[in-house]
């Protein structure tokens, strides 16, 4: 069978942790098909093992994910029994035929979502953009919880459709810091140019992972549930970086359906 290998550490650095037994997880995968995840933990490295039946690269993020829920079932184990914080990250994948890769949180279509500053931009005017925002962000810990909860599912990703759901609520109590929640979804709708089914859907499918439920929920929906909480993000922050009194112009953020 093929074998996948990642490799990755336990954080912080200077706490070395090892286990004594190792973590397997026998899983029946519709494409991969049956496999097996064993992982080991020594002085805080981190080897991953993963047989499988069927590999083709596309099935990386998919894998991924499983590993990561692997691994964390033992660090988060032994933070709950110490009560130290730990934080496993993987950092690099072997594929069967040998090619190693290195592992890389990114999403280059969200990172396209953001217009309100060009994190990239080298020039004064770029630079003074990403001033503003980020003092902007840092004088507020009310969007920058809402930001810190966006951004984290880029790293866990089972995380994302109640942290979309929970962005959404704290950026509509964040506009509209009133207790009639009816009136504050249409005040952000408003101050934004979104219609109401557009942020329902995100929060209709992620009403039961946020009320406890790991009921599956499939790749496209949790990617489209992202994308559509990334865009009114960005758009908040516009309505901000605008003084927050007018509603974004409509001939430069068209009305999301």
């Not at 496209?220 to 908040?236: F, G, L, S």
Request: proline share 6%; glycine share 6%; hydrophobic share 40%.
């Amino acid at each position: 069978m093929p074998i996948v290998r990642f490799q990755g550490k336990v954080l912080p650095a200077h706490i070395l942790i090892s286990a004594k037994y190792p973590a397997r997880k026998r899983i029946g995968h519709p494409q991969m098909g049956d496999m097996t995840i064993e992982c080991q933990v020594k002085d805080s490295q981190i080897e991953i093992w993963c047989n499988v039946q069927n590999w083709q690269h596309d099935y990386l993020a998919i894998l991924n994910m499983d590993v990561t829920n692997v691994i964390r079932s033992y660090t988060d184990l032994y933070s709950f029994g110490s009560g130290l914080g730990l934080l496993a990250f993987l950092e690099t994948v072997t594929f069967p035929d040998g090619a190693i890769e290195p592992l890389t949180s990114i999403s280059e279509e969200l990172g396209s979502e953001c217009t309100a500053y060009n994190v990239f931009g080298t020039s004064a005017e770029e630079t003074e953009e990403q001033y503003r925002v980020c003092t902007m962000i840092a004088n507020d810990h009310e969007l920058t919880y809402a930001m810190s909860d966006l951004v984290l599912p880029l790293l866990f990703p089972t995380l994302a459709p109640s942290h979309c759901r929970r962005v959404l609520n704290s950026l509509r109590k964040y506009l509209y810091p009133h207790p009639n929640d009816r009136e504050g979804w249409k005040f952000l709708q408003k101050a934004i140019n979104v219609d109401g089914s557009y942020i329902r859907w995100v929060r209709d499918n992620a009403h039961e992972p946020t009320h406890g439920s790991r009921s599956y929920i499939d790749a496209p929906t949790v990617k489209e549930m992202m994308k559509r909480t990334w865009i009114v993000m960005n758009r908040v922050i516009e309505f901000k970086k605008r003084g927050g009194v007018h509603s974004l112009p409509a001939d430069e953020f068209f009305m999301l359906p």
